[in-house]
C-alpha cells in the first residue's frame, strides 16, 4: 500500500530539460501510446486556442481558458480506462474530446445552447460543474455506488487550489476516504483562485498535506509534466481499483493565462512570472521529450496538429449550424413528465413569441464565470 | 414510515438508504430501525456527519444507478445541504438533456411543538418548494407517510417527503400493510363541508380538524390536505373554494414567501370571482422559532383558526 | 456601489468588505475596486473561496464589533451560505436576547439576462425573505443601490442586498455624490397611473417601465419598485391597489413560492374588496434557468405583462 | 514555534497512576491553581449528573449528557484569560458556569425558557450552538476580528470527533489557519457522533492529522487529564497570543454515558468498554493526584463538593421560579425593532390567548439532541 503519512513533498517528474536534467524512464508506455498522449495534448491546446479567438469574435460566450493545464487532463485521463468516470470543472470544459465527443457539443456549451448537453453515460464524462468543488461529493457517489454495485469503474474529480477551501471538498473527499470509494481527488494547482493568490487560500505547506487528513495517500506532481502526472495518475488508479480508496493528486504548476476571457490578471498578477512560466509550457515540452526519443517525426506532428485543426473547424461548424433552440426545451427536462406539466406554460409563449431566434453574445462587458 | 422503507428496499434492490445515525441505531426518530439487520450496512448506511456530503454523495449514487433515500437528522440539519439541492439536485436532469434521472428521496422529521431545544423545529418546506426540478410531500396521517414515502422512492425526480414530527408520536393509526401508494400531486379532502375551506397539511391538519369541530355550530367547515405541495392537486384547491367561497390557509412555517402565500396568489389569480371575502392565512411569525416554553403561541393554534372562520364567515 | 462602500468605509472604521477576489481584482464587477488600496488588506479583504466561511466568520466578526459587507461573487454562489444564514444569522440576536447585534450586509449580483453559463442568473430572494431575522432589499436603479447598500450597512439587523447586473452595465445614470441612503421598508412610486398597477423590483422595473409604455394608449399604469422586499412597504403597495384595482406583479425567480405570491397574497387578504379582477402574476418558470440562447423566452417578457394587463383591463 | 507538520501520534498526559506511572511536573502552577481546577470539575460534574436528575423528574428537557468531559471543559477553560472567548457547543452547554453565569441560566436554556438566553458578550462565552460544527466559523471570526482591533483576546471553539466531517468545521478551520487567528480548535474526540463510531467517520490516524491539511500544529492529549489538558491549551494560547495562529488539539476519552437523555447507546455500543472507561473517570483521577501531592483534604473535598451542590439547588429553584415567559418575546428580539415591527401580530396573541402559562417538557417519546 502507497503511504498515508506524510504526503509527499517532492514534485514527482518524469520528463526532464535535455542534457542538464535527464528524462526519467516510465515503464509499461510503448510508442504508440506516447504519441497518443501528443494527439490528446494537441487537441485540447488547439481546442483552448481557437476557442479564445472564438470568442474574440463573438462565436461563443465567456469562456474560462485552460491554456497550460493540458498535460493534467491528457494525462490523467490516459491514466483511465472507458468504464472510468470524469467529472470535470469549468477548466476542464473540453475533456470529453479525449472520450470522443463532438467538439461541437463542448462549443455549444459555451454559446449558451442546450446542443451543450450530454448525457453522462455516453462518455462516462459528468457534466462540467460550474459551482467550485460541488462535484466531489457526486465523483464520490458515483465511485462508491459502482463499487457497491460491483462494477469495476474508478472516478476521477478535477478542481482546483481554491477548491480545497469549500466545505463540498472536505465533505466529499471524506465520503470517499471513508467509503473506500475508488476516487482520484485530482487538484490542479495553479496558485490562483481568478485573483486570489494560494497564500491567501491555505497555511498548508502543500496541497498533497491534506490528504493526510483524510487518511489517504497525497501525492505531488508536476503539472507541466504529462508523463509524471500520467504515472501518478496510474498508480492511484491501480489503488483504487485494488479497493485500497481514494488517492489526492497535487499537481503543481502557475496560471499562465487570464482566468477566462471576462477577466484581466493584470491588475493583480506578477507579470514577468506568467512570462516565466509561459517559457515552460507543457505541449512544447512534451513534443521536445518525444523528438529526444525519437519517436515524433515533423511530418506526424504536422498532421496531428492538421487533424485538430480540423476537428475544431467542424464543431465551430457544426454548433453554428445547431438550429435555434426551441423554447419547450425550458420545459422538457426539468422534470421527467416537464412537456406535460408544463404544457400550458408553453401554450401561452408559444402564442405570444411565435419562433425564437437565435441569441448572440451580448455586447456590454462581459461576465466572469 | 418504517414500514414503507422496509417493502421498498424488499422490492427493488437499488434502493438505498443512508444518513446519520440510521443503522446502528436506527434513527433518532426509528424510522429505519431493523433496516441495517435486514438489508446489511451498505444498503442502509451510517455517513459521516455532513448533509452536503450525504446529498452530494447521493447525486454520484444515482449516476451509479441507486435510487438513495437520505435522511437528514432534523429539518434545520438539512440547510446545508439546500447547496447541492438548489445547484445540483433540482437541476442535473435538466442539465442532462434528459439523459440521465435522479430519483433520490430527502426524508426528514419536520416541524415544531415537541418540546425541543433550538433547530429541531423549523418547517422548511418554501426552501424546497420554491426550487426547480424538486417535487415535495408532506403526509398528515401515518398512512399517508407510508404511501407518500412509497411513492416518493418509486418518482423518477427528486423528492422531499417533511414527516411531521407529531406523527412520530401521534396515535397508532391503522396503516396498510404491504405495498401501499399514495400517488404525488393528488390532495385529500379530510373532511367535507360547504361554507369554509381549510386547507392546511403536515400536522395541520389534525389542527384543521380540531378547529371545524370548535365550529361546527356555527359552519359547515371543508378541509384540503394538500399532501403533495409540488406538484399541487389545483383542481382540487380550486374546487373547494369554488364550492365554499371561504379560504383560510393554515400553515406553520414563516409567513413570508410561506407555501400559504402560492395557495392564497393561486386563488388570487383563479378563483377570484368564487372568493366571497379575503383569503386568510393562520401561519407561524416571521421569528425564529421560539424556546419551547413559548412554542404554543408560535404555532397556530385553534383559536387563531377559528377566529380567522369567523371573521371570514362574517366578512 | 462602489461609492457606496467608499463613503461606508470612510464614515465607520468597523466597517470591513469581505469576499472572494474583492481586493486585488476589486470585485468581479468591480464594485468594490479602489478599496483596498485606499483603506488596506483588513478593510477589503480576499477571501478563502467559501462562502459558508465568509458568512461564518462574519458572525463572529459581528461579534467582535466590526460590520462585516460580505460579497457573494453570483447569485447562485450564495447558496452554500444558507445554512449559516438560516441557522445563525437570522437568529443571532434572538438568542442573545437582544444582547448582541449582528450588523452584517450580504450583497451579490442577481439575476438573468447576461448571456453567461449556468448559475450565474439566478434570483434566489425568496431563499432569503423567507429566513426570519434577515431584511432583503433590491434596487432598481443605480441611485437605489448606492443608497439602499448605505442603509443596509448602517442598520442594526442583517440585511441582503441583491444587485440586478443588468444595472452594473445599464446606462449610467446620475447617482448622488456623497452619502446618500435610502431608507429601508419603503417602496417607490416609479411611475403614476389609474387604471393598472405593475409590481415590480429589481431589473423588472424596467422592463414594466417599458411595458407601461407599450400600453400607454390603452391604460394609465402605475408603477410601484418595491426596492425593499422585507420590511415591506405594504401601506404603498395597498394604496396603488385601491387606486387602480388592478395588479399585476413581475418577478424574474422561479413562481412557486416566489415573492410575487406573497405581495399577491398580502392583496388577497387586504385588498380583496378594491380587487376588480383576479391578481396576475408575470414570473420566471419552475424549472432550472436555462441555457442562455433561450433565456429571453424564460425571463418575463413586455410581451407577457402587457398580455397580462391586458387581460386583466377586458376582465 | 510549534512544529506544523506531522501532528503529533503520542498523547500528552501529566497525571499519572499512582506508582506504576508516575505523574509529570506541571510547571508555573501552584497549589491554589490546583484546587481552583479542582472546584471547576466538580461543579460541571455535579451539574451534569444533577441534570440527568432533573431530568428523569420531568424539570427539564432533553438534555445532552457530559459525564466523564468534565477535565476538557475545565482544563481547557483554565489556559485562558477573562478577555478570551469560548464557543461551545451543546455538550459544552454549562461551561459559562466557570465564568460566573448562574446555573439558572444554564437550567433555564435546557428548560425552554427565554431566561437561558445569556448576552455572550457579558461571559465571552457565545451561545450554546446546536448544528454541529457551525460555531467554528464564528469563532474564527471573533479571534481573527479581535487581532484586527488590535484587542488581545484568544478564542477556543469546542466540538465532537464528528463535527470534524462537516463543511463548516473545514472552512472555519482554514479561515483561522489563512487568517491567523488566535483561535484554539478544541475537539472533544469522544469516538462517538451520536451512534456513529469514529471509523465511520474518517480514515485518519488520528483527527490531529487534520491541522496538517490546515498549516497548523496538532496535538493530542489525553482528554481525561485535566492538567494535560490545560498544559496543551496554555501552549496553544502562547501560541496564539504572540501571533501564531491557531492550533488544534484532539482531546481523546470514550463517551461512557449516553449521548443525551433521549438516547439509548446499548443497540450500539459495546457495554464493556464502557464500564472500562467508566473506570477511568476524570474527576476521581484528579482527586487521587491531589491527594497524592497532599493539596486536597477531606474537609476541601467536601466543602467544594458542597459549594457545587448547593449552586445547583438554588440553581433549579431559581429557574423554576421564573416566571412563565411572555409572549412578547416572541417577537421582541427577532429584529432591533422587534416588538414595534410585530406590534399588531402580539396584539392579535394577547387578544386570543390572554397571558401565557408554563409548560412541561412534554410526555411521549423524548426527542434526540
Ligand atoms: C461556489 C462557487 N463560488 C464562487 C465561484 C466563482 N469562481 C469561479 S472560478 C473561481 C476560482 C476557482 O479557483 P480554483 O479552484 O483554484 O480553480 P481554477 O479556476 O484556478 O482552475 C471562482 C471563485 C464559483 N464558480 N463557485
Ligand atoms: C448540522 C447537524 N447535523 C446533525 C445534528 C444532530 N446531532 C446532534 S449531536 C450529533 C453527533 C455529534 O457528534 P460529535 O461531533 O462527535 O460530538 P459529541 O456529541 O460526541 O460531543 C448529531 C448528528 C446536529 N445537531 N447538527
Ligand atoms: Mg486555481
Ligand atoms: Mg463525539
Known amino acids: 500500500m502507497a503511504q498515508v503519512f506524510p504526503a509527499e513533498r517532492e514534485l514527482r517528474r518524469v520528463i526532464g530539460a535535455g542534457h542538464s536534467v535527464p528524462d526519467r524512464a516510465l515503464e509499461g508506455v510503448g510508442e504508440r501510446e506516447l504519441l497518443e498522449l501528443y494527439r490528446s495534448l494537441v487537441l485540447l491546446r488547439t481546442y483552448d486556442e481557437r476557442s479564445v479567438v472564438y470568442h474574440r469574435q463573438g462565436r461563443i460566450g465567456t469562456y474560462a481558458i485552460f491554456w497550460n493545464h493540458e498535460a493534467m487532463q491528457a494525462g490523467a485521463v490516459h491514466a483511465l480506462e472507458e468504464q472510468d468516470w470524469i467529472f470535470p470543472s469549468y477548466r476542464e470544459s473540453a475533456i470529453g474530446l479525449l472520450r470522443g465527443m463532438p467538439a461541437s457539443t463542448v462549443l455549444s456549451w459555451w454559446r449558451g445552447h442546450p446542443a451543450g448537453w450530454w448525457n453522462p453515460a455516453d462518455y462516462n464524462v459528468a457534466s462540467i460543474c460550474v459551482p467550485i468543488g460541488t462535484h466531489v461529493p457526486h465523483a464520490a457517489g458515483l465511485a462508491w455506488g459502482k463499487r457497491l454495485a460491483g462494477e469495476d469503474a474508478v472516478a476521477i474529480a478535477f478542481f482546483g487550489d481554491g477548491a480545497t477551501s469549500e466545505g463540498s471538498f472536505h465533505e466529499g473527499a471524506n465520503f470517499a476516504a471513508v467509503m473506500r470509494a475508488p476516487l482520484i481527488l485530482f487538484c490542479n494547482n495553479n496558485q490562483w483562485a481568478i485573483s486570489t493568490p494560494l497564500d491567501a487560500q491555505t497555511r498548508a505547506e502543500t496541497l498533497a498535506d491534506k490528504a493526510v487528513g483524510y487518511g489517504m495517500p497525497g501525492v505531488r506532481v508536476d503539472g507541466l509534466d504529462v508523463l509524471a502526472v500520467y504515472e501518478a495518475t496510474r498508480e492511484a488508479v491501480a489503488r483504487a481499483r485494488a479497493g485500497d480508496g481514494p488517492t489526492f493528486i497535487e499537481a503543481v504548476h502557475y496560471r499562465a493565462a487570464p482566468h477566462a476571457t471576462a477577466d484581466d490578471p493584470r491588475v493583480y498578477i506578477d507579470l514577468e512570472r506568467v512570462e516565466e512560466e509561459r517559457q515552460r509550457e507543457c505541449v512544447g515540452r512534451y513534443e521536445r521529450y518525444l523528438r529526444r526519443l525519437g519517436v515524433l517525426s515533423d511530418e506526424q506532428a504536422e498532421q496531428i496538429r492538421g487533424e485538430a485543426a480540423e476537428t475544431m473547424r467542424r464543431g465551430i461548424a457544426q454548433a453554428e449550424a445547431e438550429p435555434a433552440a426551441d423554447v419547450a426545451l425550458l420545459f422538457e427536462h426539468a422534470y421527467a413528465d416537464g412537456r406535460v406539466a408544463f404544457a400550458s406554460e408553453l401554450a401561452e409563449l408559444r402564442r405570444l413569441t411565435g419562433g425564437t431566434e437565435a441569441v448572440e453574445p451580448d455586447e456590454g462587458p462581459e461576465v466572469q464565470v | ?315
Request: aromatic share 6%; glycine share 10%.
Open chain 2, 1 to 315: 414510515m418504517n414500514d414503507a422503507l422496509h417493502v421498498e428496499l424488499e422490492r427493488d434492490d437499488s434502493v438505498l438508504v443512508m444518513g446519520e445515525d440510521v443503522g446502528r441505531a436506527g434513527g433518532v426518530f426509528r424510522a429505519t430501525a431493523g433496516l441495517r439487520d435486514r438489508f446489511g450496512p451498505d444498503r442502509c448506511v451510517d455517513t459521516p456527519l455532513a448533509e452536503a456530503g450525504i446529498l452530494g454523495t447521493a447525486v454520484g449514487l444515482c449516476m451509479a444507478g441507486w435510487r438513495p433515500v437520505c435522511e437528514m437528522q432534523y429539518d434545520a440539519f438539512s440547510y446545508p445541504c439546500l447547496d447541492q439541492l438548489i445547484t445540483h439536485v433540482g437541476r442535473y436532469r435538466w442539465r442532462t438533456g434528459g439523459g440521465m434521472e435522479f430519483p433520490v428521496t430527502i426524508r426528514m422529521p419536520y416541524g415544531g411543538g415537541v418540546r425541543a431545544p433550538e433547530l429541531h423545529d423549523d418547517s422548511p418546506e418554501t426552501y424546497y418548494v420554491h426550487t426547480p426540478g424538486v417535487k415535495v410531500a408532506i403526509p398528515s396521517t401515518p398512512a399517508d407517510a407510508k404511501g407518500l414515502l412509497a411513492a416518493a422512492i418509486r418518482d423518477p425526480d427528486p423528492v422531499v417527503v417533511l414527516e411531521p414530527k407529531l406523527i412520530y408520536r401521534g396515535v397508532a393509526e391503522e396503516v396498510p400493510e404491504g405495498e401501499h401508494v399514495v400517488p404525488l400531486g393528488r390532495a385529500r379532502v379530510a373532511r367535507e363541508g360547504s361554507d369554509l375551506t381549510l386547507v392546511a397539511y403536515g400536522a395541520m391538519v389534525a389542527l384543521a380538524e380540531r378547529a371545524a369541530a370548535g365550529l361546527a355550530d356555527e359552519a359547515s367547515v371543508e378541509i384540503v390536505d394538500v399532501r403533495t405541495l409540488k406538484p399541487l392537486d389545483e383542481e382540487a384547491l380550486l374546487a373547494s373554494a369554488a364550492k365554499t367561497g371561504r379560504v383560510v390557509i393554515v400553515q406553520e412555517a414563516p409567513r413570508t414567501c410561506g407555501y400559504g402565500a402560492e395557495l392564497a396568489a393561486i386563488l388570487a389569480e383563479k378563483a377570484i370571482l368564487d372568493l366571497r371575502g379575503p383569503v386568510l392565512r393562520v401561519t407561524g411569525y416571521d421569528v425564529p422559532y421560539p424556546y419551547w416554553q413559548i412554542e404554543d403561541a408560535y404555532m397556530p393554534s385553534i383559536d387563531r383558526v377559528v377566529d380567522a372562520a369567523r371573521k371570514l364567515l362574517e366578512f
